[in-house]
Antibody, heavy 120, light 107 residues
């Protein structure tokens, strides 16, 4: 059974850097075809894909946020970390990590999500 | 970027109704499309991928189809647990993009 869980601060101040950790089980990020992605959802709005890291350490980012995002993996800890710099109130959202279906850029399952509020 | 346009943004329906939701891609995506269901306060759940393949464990009343750049999610007989918001997502090129969502509400 694959599970993922996000952890990190619930409140960050404008201009600060957000660091979120996705801890997963039931799969390995050393297995060919595997990936973990991050997706966010502002309150009452749709979903926005942020980044993905693959088993071979290939990484892709949303072009609109690329300068602010870094995604890394720690295969020994079964964790994926997303950092986002220069946080702004418009970045207030629920942040999800999700398992990429092998060989396909769809996500299943997802973590429960963590709400991050950006406010001074 | 490939834009995904969903319609309608909301639909009111009764238990037992047939519901159809459409997602239009701004360019060709072959069959690289997924549908997700999201209930309030919960994470999205994958229902259908590759436009028409039902994910394991998803009831057969859900189905997906495609015609060119138009994709359709159909719920053949709406059940109480189906009231939720539905999103499409294209998986053919980066950045991966989602539709704006369709909220299925109780009539």
């Amino acid at each position: 059974q694959i599970t993922l869980k996000e952890s990190g601060p619930t409140l960050v101040k404008p201009t600060q850097t957000l660091t979120l950790t996705c801890t997963f089980s039931g799969f390995s990020l050393t297995t060919t075809g595997v990936g973990v992605g991050w997706i966010r959802q502002p309150p009452g709005k749709s979903l926005e894909w942020l980044a993905i890291v693959y088993w071979d350490d290939d990484k892709r980012y949303s072009p609109s946020l690329k300068s602010r995002l870094t995604i890394t993996k720690d295969t020994s800890k079964n964790q994926v970390v997303l950092t986002m710099t220069n946080m702004d109130p418009v970045d207030t959202a629920t942040y999800y990590c999700a398992h990429r279906m092998t060989g396909k850029n769809y996500f299943d399952p997802w973590g429960q999500g963590t709400l991050v509020t950006v406010s001074s | 970027d490939i834009q995904m346009t969903q319609s309608p943004s909301s639909v009111s329906a009764s238990v037992g109704d047939r519901v159809t939701i459409t997602c239009r891609a701004s360019q060709g995506i072959s069959s690289w499309l997924a549908w997700y269901q999201q209930k309030p306060g919960k994470a999205p759940k994958l229902l259908i991928y590759a436009a028409s393949t039902l994910q394991s464990g998803v009831p057969s009343r859900f189905s997906g189809s495609e015609s060119g750049t138009d994709f359709t999610l159909t719920i053949s007989s709406l059940q109480p647990e189906d009231f939720a918001t539905y999103y499409c997502q294209q998986g053919t090129s980066f950045p991966l993009t989602f539709g704006g969502g369709t909220k299925v509400e109780i009539k």
